[in-house]
């Protein structure tokens, strides 16, 4: 479970050339940003110590997760809203979850391209 400790303490939203992200424009945002991407660790976090958790309960995570970013997403660009993402792709791995169920593309796109 270091891992998940590993995630939540190191910094995040900051400028990342091999993602091309050039950190979270408005300061004021990192903070909390920050806190949303940490309660979702511990969501994630929770579920991996009950040991036999699917991945429905991950993606349900991801949705319910996702869905604090709600009050905010006007004030997310592009950049922000991939870096968020790519932060839930991170807590992924950490689990082997393959798929977000679409609620990633959700999140970024208003839609699930995958599905027609």
Do not use: W
């Amino acid at each position: 479970m270091t891992k998940f400790e590993e995630f939540k303490n190191k910094e995040k939203f900051l400028q990342d050339d091999e993602l091309f992200y050039p950190g979270v424009g408005d300061p004021k945002l990192k903070p909390i940003l920050t806190e949303k991407i940490n309660l979702s660790a511990n969501d994630f976090q929770e579920l991996a110590d009950k040991g036999i958790a699917t991945d429905k309960e991950y993606q349900d995570a991801i949705k319910m997760g996702l869905y604090r970013f709600s009050d905010i997403y006007l004030d997310l660009d592009t950049e922000n809203r991939e870096r968020i993402c790519s932060y839930y792709e991170e807590l992924m791995d950490i689990v082997g979850v393959e798929s977000s169920g679409g609620h990633l593309n959700n999140f970024m796109y208003g839609f699930d391209p995958t599905k027609k």
